[in-house]
């Protein structure tokens, strides 16, 4: 029974965050990560605007988890790394 999707998660290859510290469950560095930041880029291409919306709830759960951690650098963390602006064609 295999149509070509993948299960979601349990992947050793996942770069998925690990809780409460919000490191990479793959790579160990602090999520996301560079592998899952080109991989986030890759995933949603042009839709900036729900990427914006995935990483926003992910900074929101973390930021609940880590509430030790200043909340701006948890912002530039999780959204900083976002290419800005229009990406011209
Ligand atoms: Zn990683």
Do not use: N
Not at 47 to 74: H, I
């Amino acid at each position: 029974m295999s149509d070509g999707t993948e299960p979601p998660g349990g992947r050793a290859d996942d770069h998925a965050p690990t809780t409460p510290g919000w490191s990479c469950g793959s790579c160990g560095d602090e999520w996301p990560c560079a592998t899952k930041r080109s991989r986030l880029i890759a995933e949603y291409g042009d839709d900036r605007a729900m990427l914006s919306v995935y990483l926003g709830s992910c900074l929101a759960a973390a930021a609940e988890d880590l509430r030790a951690a200043p909340v701006m650098s948890l912002q530039d963390r999780f959204i900083g790394w976002l290419p800005r602006g229009a990406r011209r064609r």
